[in-house]
């Protein structure tokens, strides 16, 4: 019997309030995501990609519709259950960082690991490992404030993996990044899908979507378009391939 996929929308929909006006921003929407699949959302401003994703990590209520993680209904959960769930299975990578100011490098990595449950060495292990990987054992005991857009990202992203999370979810992680530090992030984000992670990316940019190994356009909260991009659009794993290429 074949696994239940780590992502599976049905017929999600969310409708916001505006001064009594209803006002869709996700409509009807399908989407199965399967294990170890790097999935990029696409589409235009006010398209929905946002508000999509942040339903499918519980940071968003739902309209109508279900949601189902790793083959558990979770639209139905309330809000401290969400958080449970959030800790032990999904990990977040925002456009603008949100690391806590008044917290070193290292302890923003740590915390995720030791709110999942792991002892406090476990949670140090995985905070040296991750920061290791990503280039920035040197910067520990640096504060946020210290450190410049591009590594400010990369410690989101080690803060995003302590808990070992079945999903990722990414919305506009190099949104707010200038060329150079937006090919790292893509370095990394490529490299933990190549280790089995499952990344669901939402991007307005055509080329960071390239990455992906499927692309899910949406266009007025539907989905339009979903298609998975074939291996002979791809190079050799160690090449520029690994890398989008991005010129202003």
């Known amino acids: ?15 916001y309030q505006n001064g009594g006006v ?21 589409g235009p401003s006010g398209s929905g990609k946002s508000t999509l994703v942040h339903m499918l990590g519980g940071l968003d209520t739902r309209t109508s519709g279900e949601i189902w993680l790793d083959g558990k209904r979770a ?25 806590v100011a008044n917290m070193t490098v290292a302890d923003n990595v740590e915390l995720p690991a030791l709110l999942a449950g792991a002892s406090a060495r476990e949670a140090r292990e995985r905070r040296e490992h991750l920061l290791g990987e990503l280039g920035l ?3 520990a005991d640096a504060s946020p ?12 992203l080690a803060r995003a993996l302590a808990n070992r999370p079945s999903l990722l979810l990414a919305d506009e992680p190099t949104g707010n990044l200038d060329s150079r530090n937006t090919r790292d992030v ?40 979903d298609g998975f991009i074939g291996a002979t659009r791809r190079r050799p794993r160690g090449t520029a391939g690994d890398v989008v290429e991005l010129r202003g």
């Open 1 to 15: 019997m074949s696994p239940p996929p780590v992502v599976h929308a049905v017929n999600l929909v969310k409708i």
């Open 186 to 225: 893509l370095r990394l984000l490529g490299e933990v899908h190549r280790d089995g992670q499952t990344v669901i990316l939402v991007t307005h940019d055509a080329r960071v979507a390239s990455l992906a190994d499927r692309v899910v356009s949406l266009l007025d909260g539907e989905i339009v378009d």
């Open 22 to 42: 209803p006002v869709p921003a996700v409509r009807g929407v399908d989407l199965r995501v399967e294990a170890g699949q790097f999935v990029a959302i696409t």
């Open 137 to 139: 054992t040197d910067r």
């Open 75 to 99: 639209d139905t959960l309330g809000e401290s259950a969400w958080a449970l769930l959030r800790r032990q299975k999904i990990g977040f990578v925002f456009q603008f960082f949100n690391l």
């Open 145 to 156: 404030a210290q450190l410049a857009g591009g590594e400010q990202q990369r410690v989101a």
